[in-house]
C-alpha cells in the first residue's frame, strides 16, 4: 500500500541533543511538507520541499533542519536551538500544486517529547 | 500566507444534533481545503472547494465557500459519534503550501 511511513512514533530528547525524525513515502509525490501540531493549535509550517535538493522555511523554521537527498525521504531535525520542540510532529506530502493545490496526505506523526 | 480563523474551537454536541463550524479570511481565498483529524491521529482531506459559492456534499456532511471566497463553512447533520475529531479548514500559506486555521474540536455525546 503507498502511504507516508513515520518514525519513530514517539521520541524522547534530552537537553542540548539534536534529533533527526524519519519521514518516507512511497507515493512518487513531489512535494513533502514538515508541520508542528501543539495542543489546541493548528498545524503550523516548519519547512516543505518542491524537488530533491531543494526545501523552503515555512512560518516557524527556527531551531529545525531538513535535507531532501531523495524524493522519498524527507528528515526532519531537532536542534538545541530549539527550546520548545515538546510537540506532536506532522509529515505529509502531495502531487505539485500546480495549476491549483493538491490533498495532501499525512503520516501518523511523532510525538517528541523533553527529558 | 493567508491567515484563516475558525470557529468555535470547541463543540459539544447531543448525537442527532446539527455541527456548524466556520472559516474566516480577511483575504480573498484562492482555494479551501477541509481536513478531519481523530484524536490520536493525523488529518484526513475531506474536501476541496474552489470556486465561489459552491456547494459540496459528501453525506451528512456539507461545505460551502463564500460568494466573496473569504469564508467557507462545514455542516454536519444529524452528528454521529463517529464525527468526533477535529476539522480543519486550510488556505493558501507560504508559497506553495497550505495554512491551516486552529480547528474546531467536535465531541459527541450518545
Known amino acids: 500500500d503507498g502511504g507516508i511511513t513515520q518514525s519513530p512514533k514517539y521520541l524522547f530528547r534530552k537537553e542540548g541533543q539534536n534529533v533527526t525524525l524519519s519521514c518516507e513515502q512511497n507515493?512518487?509525490?513531489?512535494?513533502m511538507y514538515w508541520y508542528r501540531q501543539d495542543p489546541g493549535q493548528g498545524l503550523r509550517l516548519i519547512y516543505y520541499s518542491q524537488i530533491v535538493n531543494d526545501f523552503q522555511k515555512g512560518d516557524i523554521a527556527e531551531g529545525y533542519s531538513v535535507s531532501r537527498e531523495k524524493k522519498e525521504s524527507f528528515p526532519l531535525t531537532v536542534t538545541s536551538a530549539q527550546k520548545n520542540p515538546t510537540a506532536f510532529y506532522l509529515c505529509?506530502?502531495?502531487?505539485?500544486?500546480?495549476?491549483?493545490?493538491?490533498?495532501?496526505?499525512f503520516g501518523d506523526g511523532t510525538r517528541l517529547s523533553i527529558l | 500566507g493567508q491567515q484563516v480563523m475558525q470557529i468555535p474551537q470547541y463543540q459539544h454536541v447531543q448525537e442527532g444534533e446539527d455541527f456548524t463550524t466556520y472559516c474566516n479570511s480577511s483575504?480573498?481565498?484562492?482555494?479551501i481545503q477541509w481536513y478531519k483529524q481523530r484524536p490520536g491521529g493525523h488529518p484526513v482531506f475531506l474536501i476541496q472547494l474552489v470556486k465561489s459559492g459552491e456547494v459540496k456534499k459528501q453525506k451528512r456532511l456539507t461545505f460551502q465557500f463564500g460568494e466573496a471566497k473569504k469564508n467557507s463553512s462545514l455542516h454536519i447533520t444529524a452528528t454521529q459519534t463517529t464525527d468526533v475529531g477535529t476539522y480543519f479548514c486550510a488556505g493558501m500559506g507560504s508559497g506553495y503550501a497550505l495554512n491551516f486555521g486552529k480547528g474546531t474540536s467536535l465531541l459527541v455525546t450518545p
Open positions: 505529509a506530502s502531495s502531487i505539485l500544486p500546480l495549476p491549483s493545490y493538491q490533498p495532501q496526505h
Open positions: 507515493l512518487n509525490h513531489d512535494a
Open positions: 483575504t480573498t481565498l484562492s482555494n
